[in-house]
């Protein structure tokens, strides 16, 4: 049995990767995409923790996360078919409504 | 004492407010239903509510006859103030009731000749619609004089002092908008008031200052402790007598304050007769007999009280033998007889002076109505002359055209002919006021003359020479109207006045003959009778008197001694008077005739011109007092005034202070507070706040840049700081 | 140096390259399908964590799935690639520096171990993240928010519907 620890550093450095993607693709699928990465790593990180503490809890949780991963990426991906058809664009650049 | 307490004592003392308020009810009858009343009716309802006055003294009076005893009514509540109860109490005692008398009696007589007088005088003066009024007035009169004299104390009794003050302006200024130049009359009235004023000024001093050692303003009160407070604070009583008696000059016309009784004359007859010589004038009298506690404790302020009557007796006599007009004369005699008065209770002839002043009621009450009646008999006669062609013509070419005079005795002469009755009570009237036994005037005159030469010997002087001037005056102005041959149209066609008027006159003559059997030596029943009211200070002043004078302790076995009649002085003043009677006499008749002959240029109007020269012109001028008093206080008054509201109030006040300073000042204030402050400091920071805040703001805004990925890198820099706080804490 | 160490080191490995893949292809079906190998990994991860259930539906629900759906998406819009653009060029290396920073705090946390049992000294079998033991636990512990879970669905399908429906023209 490999120690937490191994787990723990994978789920980060692929946590930072996922944040980074959303920082610095402009695509908003890709960021989409990033954002369930990010999941993932979380997942990884319950996962490795329900095993440290020998408790299925961790593992519950894992599998609520993945439905509301799921939900949520029926709505996402609704909103971004939706936002495509006005503005004929993926692109997050050009959604600046909110510039001041 | 309270009112089951005066049934027990019995009598009629109770009935003692209707003296208030009969007069009120007549005058309320009169101003509420008057406009629907026929002159008659207003009349007679005033005359009737006087005579009820009159009755209720009467009876009063006679309750008083069994229980000389002074009695106080209490009515109701009046002041209450921490220690100061002041009820409105009325005082029924021989004095009060005295003043009760007279003041019912004489106006009541003069209510009803004013019934005959104003119907004429109305009618003269083209405002028939007064004649209400007056009749209010003059009940009102009534009831303010019936306060005065029934007060119980000093404050109430000042009530009374005011309104009967009041009802005097009200009346001299009855015809308002005659006189000279429209408003003489007026300025008249308001004379009297000023300077009745002042008297009153020092009157409510003595009263403050009474209130200030004795507590209380109560005659009973402020008489039984006097004695023990002039004991510790002797110079308060002599303040409080001395500003009472300048109360006293005011009110009773005596020097100083004496001017604004002849000019009082313009008010119509009957209230010349009735306030300004019978009744309200002798208020100053009654207000020192009433004191007489106080007085008796001050000789100092005794002697100047009595110098003062005497002086004003002698000054006024002498002016009033250099007047014309008919009632100026009467009007100085009634200055000169108010000397005799304030004299005689100024010595403490407390009795002497209140009879002189019941004896003076009815001879110069008779002898204003007799001039009233023979001004309004040369109106007759003046209008009869009007209405005749060849007369008005005749009397334009003696006279010129300019206007008739009815009160002017140098166009009279001879009405003896055409105005009988009046000529008989003017000549009762005359010698009464001339001293003539046995009319009234003699043995009231002659008391205070008795009293003097014991008393204040200075002061006999000085009345004893007035007493000369009196008689002259008197005989001087009873030839002037009377005897000769009418000077004027109007004179010689003058007519009698009607009955209305002439009765009153008739009942009064008959009071100023039989006016002396009040208080015969002998009898001595008027003093008696105030003695049960006055009988301390008259005992104090009688053991003074045999203390000084050693051989008037013997009068009762000298063989001048008639019962408290010197006959010493009475034969002297009678002689004196018969002397100047006979002067008077043979001046106005003879020396008059004499006269005649002269071209009309050189021929004097008056016989004494001639004879005393610069003197007569004094005398007719009043020693110039009102000119005097004009430029010594009027004019510096106006100057004062006149400083005050151009320079101090105007210039200063006005322009420097309130323009230049506050209002200046409050202008560089509110542009210092505009313009520097609100616009500079307060709009600055307000303003400056908004701006930074614009700018700011559009700094601000640039971070709103819309890019999501923007606030997602916000959002990151968060997580990363405070895991980097977490893991230096964990370090 | 155990075979489940070996095992790990590659998988990890897979995973970081398959992550960096995504975050750096250009085309979106090529970020789909690394992300795809990415998911599997972490199944694998799972099966090594005593979590086979998980495994499973990790593979069906996420490589499965959700990347069809997303695929889906890719090819219906037509949006593999997006024009060059200059927008933001500094965020880039602000994002990268904060994302060093960000791994180097978590290293100094893991490598500190604070906070942590010490690792690997205990095995015990207790739990075998098998399906009966997940389901027991399901729907014995965590039935209410199970049941909600199927709400949630629900309304992110119907959500999906609304948002994606064309507006009638009128």
């Given at each position: 049995m490999l120690p937490v620890t191994y787990y723990l550093a994978l789920s980060a450095v692929l946590f930072i990767m996922g944040a980074l993607g959303v920082l610095i693709r402009r695509n908003l699928i890709i960021m989409f995409m990033s954002i369930e990465l990010m999941l993932n790593a979380a997942n990884l990180a319950f996962v490795a923790f329900a095993r440290f503490h020998q408790a299925v809890s961790g593992q519950i949780f894992v599998f609520f996360v993945m439905t509301v991963a799921a939900a949520e990426v029926a709505v996402g991906l609704a909103l971004i078919v939706t936002l495509f058809r006005t503005r004929h664009s993926v692109d997050v650049d050009d959604v600046t409504l909110l510039n001041g | 004492m309270n009112l089951s307490e005066v049934t027990s004592v019995g009598g009629f003392f109770s009935l003692v407010p209707l003296v208030v308020f009969l007069p009120v009810l007549g005058l309320l009858i009169n101003m509420i239903f008057g406009g629907r009343m026929s002159e008659k009716a207003i009349g007679w309802t005033a005359s009737l509510a006087s005579g009820a006055t009159f009755v209720v003294a009467v009876l009063l009076a006679t309750s008083l006859a069994g229980h000389p005893e002074a009695v106080t009514i209490p009515f109701l509540d009046w002041i209450n103030i921490g220690t100061l109860e002041l009820p409105w109490a009325f005082r029924v005692d021989t004095l009060s009731v005295t003043m009760m008398l007279v003041v019912g009696g004489v106006g009541t007589l003069i209510h009803i000749y004013a019934i005959g007088y104003m119907h004429e005088d109305v009618r003269h003066h083209n405002d028939p619609s007064r004649y209400r009024r007056f009749f209010v007035f003059f009940n009102l009169f009534i009831a303010m004089m019936m306060i005065l004299v029934s007060a119980d104390n000093y404050l109430m009794l000042f009530v009374g002092w005011e309104g009967v003050g009041l009802c005097s302006y009200l009346l001299i200024g009855f015809w308002y908008d005659k006189g000279k130049d429209g408003i003489g009359n007026a300025l008249a009235g308001k004379k009297a008031f000023i300077t009745n004023r002042i008297g009153d000024f020092g009157f409510l001093i003595a009263a403050f200052l009474m209130f200030q050692y004795f507590g209380s303003f109560n005659f009973d009160v402020i008489n039984e402790m006097a004695p023990a407070v002039a004991a510790a604070a002797p110079a308060a009583v002599m303040a409080m007598t001395m500003f009472m008696l300048l109360g006293v000059t005011g009110k009773s016309a005596q020097l100083p304050l004496f001017v604004w009784l002849p000019d009082a004359m313009a008010g119509p007859t009957p209230v010349s007769a009735l306030i300004h010589a019978a009744t309200m004038v002798t208020a100053g009298v009654y207000l020192v007999a009433r004191s007489f506690a106080l007085y008796s404790l001050v000789p100092a302020a005794q002697n100047w009280v009595a110098i003062v009557g005497g002086v004003t007796a002698l000054l006024a006599a002498t002016i009033a033998v250099g007047q014309f007009d008919i009632k100026k004369v009467l009007a100085y005699s009634t200055v000169s007889q108010l000397g005799f008065m304030v004299a005689a209770v100024g010595m403490g002839a407390f009795t002497a002076g209140m009879f002189h002043l019941v004896t003076h009621a009815f001879f110069k009450g008779l002898l204003f109505l007799s001039s009233g009646s023979v001004i309004q008999g040369m109106e007759r006669g003046e209008h009869h002359v009007e209405h005749d062609p060849n007369l008005k013509r005749?009397?334009?070419?003696?006279?010129?055209?300019?206007?008739?005079d009815p009160q002017d005795m140098r166009t009279m002469g001879g009405l003896r002919k055409r105005m009988k009755i009046t000529f008989w009570v003017y000549l009762i009237g005359s010698l009464a006021l001339g001293g003539i036994f046995p009319l009234a005037g003699f043995w009231s005159k002659d008391e205070i003359l008795l009293e003097s030469m014991h008393l204040h010997p200075t002061v006999y002087v000085l009345l004893t020479i007035a007493a000369f001037f009196t008689a002259f005056y008197m005989t001087r102005q009873v030839v002037m109207v009377f005897f000769g041959e009418p000077k004027s149209e109007p004179a010689a066609h003058a007519q009698e006045s009607p009955a209305v008027m002439t009765v009153p006159l008739l009942v009064l003559a008959g009071l100023s003959t039989l006016g002396g059997l009040l208080n015969l030596p002998y009898l001595h029943t008027f003093k008696e009778w105030l003695g049960h009211t006055l009988g301390e200070a008259e005992h104090a002043v009688e053991g003074a008197v045999e203390g000084l004078a050693e051989g008037a302790a013997h009068a009762s076995t000298a063989w001048y001694d008639l019962g408290g009649l010197d006959l010493r002085v009475a034969l002297f003043s009678t002689v004196l008077a018969l002397l100047a009677i006979a002067l008077g006499w043979w001046m106005y008749t003879r020396r008059m005739e004499e006269l005649q002959s002269l071209p009309l240029a050189k021929r004097p109007d008056d016989p004494l011109r001639k004879i005393l020269g610069p003197v007569f012109k004094v005398f007719e001028n009043k020693y110039w007092l009102d000119e005097i008093y004009k430029a010594l206080l009027l004019d510096r008054y106006v100057d004062v005034a006149n400083f005050l509201a151009q320079k101090v109030d105007w210039d200063f006040w006005h322009d420097w202070f309130h323009d230049k300073v506050l209002a200046g000042g409050f202008r560089g204030l509110t542009w210092v507070l505009a313009k520097p402050f609100d616009l500079g400091i307060i709009d600055g920071i307000a303003n400056g706040l908004a701006t930074g805040m614009q700018g700011l703001a559009g700094q601000m805004r640039r971070l709103q840049t819309g890019f999501v990925r923007n606030y997602a890198l916000a959002v990151f820099l968060g997580v990363v700081v405070i895991l980097g706080y977490l893991v230096l804490r964990m370090i | 140096m155990t075979v489940q160490l070996i095992l790990f080191i590659i998988l990890a490995l897979v995973a970081v390259a398959t992550a960096l893949g995504m975050l750096l292809s250009r085309s979106a079906v090529y970020a789909a399908l690394y992300l795809v190998l990415n998911f599997a990994t972490v199944a694998v991860f799972y099966l090594l964590l005593n979590a086979p259930f998980l495994a499973v539906a990790q593979v069906t629900v996420y490589a499965g799935a959700i990347m069809v759906l997303f695929l889906f998406v890719i090819m219906l819009l037509g949006t593999e690639q997006l024009r060059r653009r200059h927008t933001l060029a500094w965020q880039q290396p602000v994002a990268i520096g904060l994302g060093i920073i960000l791994l180097a705090e978590t290293a100094y946390i893991v490598l500190a171990q604070r906070g942590l049992v010490s690792p690997g000294t205990t095995e015990i079998a207790s739990i075998t993240g098998s399906p009966t033991e997940v389901g027991f636990n399901l729907f014995m512990s965590y039935l209410l928010p199970f049941e909600i879970t199927s709400l949630l669905l629900l309304v992110a399908m119907v959500g999906a519907v609304v948002l994606t429906r064309e507006e009638k023209k009128k």
């Open positions: - | 005749k009397m334009k070419q003696e006279h010129g055209a300019g206007h008739f | -």
